[in-house]
């Protein structure tokens, strides 16, 4: 499955502890692993846990990975939402009143996935109306589009 991506500029890849104790895919992953470095190309990787911790049998192979850098994503808590919105919508260009802000937190279900593919949507619409976001403009597409 990852035979060929050794001339990717950049390859990435998810749920990569989902492979470990695999004798072939363990080998295979730290054969591109070294492809790469050497070509000087990009590897990103994702999995559940940091290297040290996935259950590697190749022990060559959980040196490698855990030799880049090494960060854990975390979900953004409550308090963190607000400023997380103002920070998308001002990367689109939008202005989210406090108002607003305030609407959409006590009116939407507060995770930061919907939040954002509804500030998407919103930004569309707005665009295509020509509509400031106002409560009233906002309260009316969260309901039809979150229906």
């Not at 749920?15 to 080998?27: F, G, L, N, P, Q």
């Not at 855990?66 to 001002?90: F, H, M, N």
């Not at 995770?111 to 309260?139: C, G």
Request: with cysteine; charged share 25%.
């Amino acid at each position: 499955m990852i035979s060929g991506l050794e001339g990717a500029d950049t390859v990435c890849l998810d749920d990569v502890d989902a492979v470990a104790s695999d004798s072939r895919w363990e080998k295979a992953l730290f054969n591109l692993f070294e492809t790469l470095m050497e070509s000087d190309r990009q590897l990103i990787l994702a999995g559940r846990y940091p290297p040290t911790h996935s259950g590697f049998a190749l022990q060559d192979l959980t040196t490698r990975l855990a030799s880049g850098g090494v960060w854990t994503i975390k979900p953004l808590d409550e308090g963190e939402l607000p400023q997380a919105l103002r920070l998308r919508a001002g990367e689109r260009g939008l202005e989210i009143s406090d108002s607003v802000m305030g609407y959409l937190l006590r009116r939407v279900r507060r995770d930061s996935a919907t939040l954002f593919n509804l500030l998407d949507q919103i930004d569309e619409q707005a665009f295509a109306h020509q509509r400031r976001l106002t409560v009233p403009f906002v309260r009316d597409l969260a309901t039809r589009l979150l229906d």
